[in-house]
């Protein structure tokens, strides 16, 4: 009877073994990762979209308003530093050259007379000392008035040449005031807005006042992408550092490009991030190609990396740095590492991973946590 109970017992936990087993969820299928070497970058990108910038540009008024009398220009022309681009109504201004002119020949003529009656008297004072010295024949006040004379006559030489140069300087204020009249191009560039028409009236557009320029001139030799970037990473950013340009016009990264500058400064605007403007400069020709100043861009800055470490793919990370491991029997494990360099896609691992280690990749739409059983794909 004994042996018939144990028989019984056992068919029985067998039975329930059977049953819990049948009764048991099947493995949940994960995606895996295996660990391996692979290099890893740590960047930092702009917080919002950057833009493409010429590296000057310029929005040209004339000094003074008044009426377009001439456009020398149309949109798309290619100019040179100091070309005329616009000239606003001046004969006015221009009358006075010519008068300054004229007057500068009047006073040349009388600085030429002058001077000639003033040798003529010095002359005439030399021989009136000479007859005095020999016979006597003059008195002293006749030699006096000769000698004062002559002196006179120098002074007044003097003057007239001095009147020269206050009307030299006459017409370089009237030729100042033309200047103000028309608008130059202060460096080589394209044209690449025109906001003004013949006869209409225009006006210099001081700062704080929103007025279209009449010209706008940009310089297209070269070209940067300016970003912000947050102020918690721009502390890590210095210039010479290299850096990546995606367009949203273009699908290929171009990467040639330099960090050229870092803001002094943090933008604190009203229900925005503090971000500080970041510029990168591209140095390859080819990367140029196609772009124009108003493109939308974004910037990754590398700020170091390495081609051989072991990494993981940042889908496979938990919050503070833990991953499911899984293990030879399939069943899962956390478990902890140490992070090194980090970026958007990939993180190194410097310690408690090793390269071979298999981790959950991703957990699917039921979720799962350690301690489950899991049929790895890889």
């Known amino acids: 009877m004994t042996g018939k109970k144990l028989l019984i017992a056992a068919a029985l936990l ?32 702009n917080t ?6 010429a590296c000057r540009r310029a929005y040209l008024a004339p000094a003074t308003g008044g009426q377009v009398a001439a456009l020398h220009v149309k949109e798309g022309d290619k100019v040179g530093q100091g070309q005329v681009l616009l000239e606003v109504w001046n004969q006015d201004l221009k009358a006075q050259v010519a008068l300054q002119k004229a007057q500068i020949q009047t006073s040349r003529a009388s600085a030429e007379q002058a001077c000639q009656l003033a040798g003529g008297a010095e002359r005439e004072a030399a021989r009136m000392s000479k007859l005095q010295q020999r016979n006597n024949v003059v008195s002293e006040e006749q030699v006096d008035k000769s000698l004062t004379g002559g002196k006179s006559q120098r002074a007044a030489c003097r003057a007239a040449l001095r009147t020269i140069g206050v009307a030299e300087a006459q017409l370089a ?23 003004a028409e013949l006869g209409e009236f225009v006006t210099p557009s001081p700062p704080g006042i929103p007025t279209l320029p009449p ?20 502390a890590r950013i210095r210039t010479g550092m290299p850096a990546c340009v995606s367009l949203d016009a273009f699908p290929d990264k171009r990467c040639s490009g330099v960090v050229t500058r870092v803001a002094p400064y943090v933008l604190e605007k009203e229900k925005q991030a503090r971000t500080v403007e970041v ?12 772009l124009l100043p108003g493109y939308s861009a974004d910037i990754e800055v590398l700020l170091a990396s390495k081609d051989q470490a072991l990494r993981l ?31 958007w896609n990939y993180t190194e691992v410097l310690s408690g991973l090793q390269a ?23």
Do not use: H, W
Request: net charge negative.
């Open 14 to 45: 067998l039975a329930g073994i059977a049953f819990i087993y049948a009764r048991r969820p099947p493995p949940l299928e994960v995606d895996t990762y295996t660990l391996a070497a692979g290099e890893v970058r740590a960047s930092v990108s």
């Open 48 to 53: 919002r979209v950057g833009t493409v910038k």
């Open 173 to 195: 204020v009237a030729e100042a005031a033309v200047q103000r009249t028309l608008v130059r191009a202060p460096f080589d560039g394209t044209v690449a807005e025109v906001n």
């Open 215 to 234: 010209i706008d001139l940009l310089d297209l030799s070269c070209l940067t992408v300016s970003a912000p970037i947050d102020e918690v990473d721009v």
């Open 279 to 290: 510029e990168v400069t591209l140095r390859e020709p080819k990367d140029l190609a196609e």
């Open 313 to 343: 793919p940042a889908e496979a990370i938990l919050e503070g740095n833990r991953v499911l491991l899984v293990g030879a029997d399939n069943v899962l494990r956390e478990r902890s590492f140490e992070a090194g360099l980090t970026n």
């Open 356 to 378: 071979g280690d298999r981790v959950v990749l991703s957990l699917g739409k039921e979720g799962v946590a350690a301690g489950a059983m899991v049929r790895a794909k890889p």
